[in-house]
């Protein structure tokens, strides 16, 4: 199977799902292209890409609108163009995810875990932190005590400061006596990781055919590397991002969350490279062209270019 031929079956695979969420789409646009190179498009610029997944005008317009009454995204206009960028908030979550999404599994393990206790907040409140520390990887226990054995410090405190709930939140550490087995069953009913090991073998099994074909080719062409890099971190983003990402003492020996990592970590590295060249040519900014990516962006996966020569693949 060519590339051009595994990237269109995976094309048509997104298109004909019965409900295809144009505005997660856009949010994995925004944060795994745009956010590393300036964080500003223009709409038309937006419009026109999401064509080539099966988007409308109308519904890219519509997620757009909603993504910016959710916080996420802020307009700038400029005569008749509108130029989205990223809010402060959205920056944050974003940066927060993006520890995760392209973060190795944790592996090293002191037995300890990180509690916290809601109590103090009122239901509303409360719903919110459980839902903005779940994206965190934090499992509820109850209602009011959720739970993380490697939970990224940093991460946490921004979040809690953002939700201006740092001074009501009590956070904990403690590890369990005698009772690991229970609480691997609890772990498990809490986060659902049957479920969440289920959806990362699919994922394995969608992309592989993709991560075949461009390991046995030469040359993918930059819009198809773009459509599939997207596709790609779409698909795992929505599975990672409801995993824990438990250390590997509290999961199975044959997990799929490993394979999936791999797997996403070997193809994004053969083809960011040409996915960014699409990107500089189709995507406008209030002030041209997209600049070169930076911040961490090179440092995704451990090291895009290593892994890429690791790979045994140049263009």
């Known amino acids: 199977m060519s590339i051009e031929t595994a990237c269109q079956a995976l094309i048509d695979e997104y298109r004909s799902r019965p409900t295809i969420r ?25 419009i026109s890409i999401m064509a080539d997944f099966g988007v409308s005008e109308r519904l890219v317009r519509t997620s757009v609108f909603r993504l910016a009454n959710d916080g996420w995204l802020e307009s700038e206009q400029r005569g008749r163009r509108a130029y989205y960028s990223l809010t402060a908030d959205g920056r944050e979550r974003f940066r927060a995810a993006t520890h995760r999404i392209y973060g190795a599994p944790a592996e090293a393990w ?17 719903d919110l932190v459980r839902k903005e520390c ?4 934090f499992g509820s226990f109850s ?6 054995p490697t939970p990224n410090t940093e991460d946490l405190n921004d979040t809690l400061r953002r939700l201006g709930v740092a ?24 986060w659902n990781l049957s479920d969440i090991d289920a959806k990362y073998k699919k994922f394995v099994k969608r992309f592989w055919p993709a991560l075949n074909a461009i390991s046995s080719s030469e040359f993918i062409a930059p819009k198809t590397a773009f459509l599939l890099r997207t596709l790609l971190i779409q698909d795992y983003r929505t599975v990672l991002l409801r995993d824990p990402q438990m250390p590997t003492a509290l999961l199975p020996s044959d997990w799929n969350g490993v394979a999936a990592y791999r797997l996403c970590r070997d193809l994004y590295s053969l083809i960011y490279e040409r996915a960014d060249e699409h990107l500089s040519a189709a995507i406008e900014t209030k002030d041209g062209v997209l600049p070169a990516p930076g911040g961490g962006y090179h440092q995704r996966f451990g090291g895009l270019q290593n892994n890429k020569q690791r790979g045994g693949i140049e263009k």
């Open 110 to 126: 002191d037995g300890y875990w990180s509690l916290l206790l809601l109590s103090n907040l009122n239901a509303t409140t409360r």
């Open 167 to 190: 001074d009501k939140v009590v956070i904990m550490t403690g590890s369990t006596v005698d009772s690991d087995d229970a609480m691997r069953r609890l772990a498990n009913e809490s």
């Open 143 to 148: 209602t009011s005590v959720m739970a993380h």
């Open 22 to 46: 144009a505005g997660s789409l856009i949010t994995t646009i925004f944060g795994d292209s745009i956010a590393p190179r300036g964080g500003t498009l223009w709409l038309g610029s937006l």
């Open 134 to 137: 779940g994206w965190l990887g």
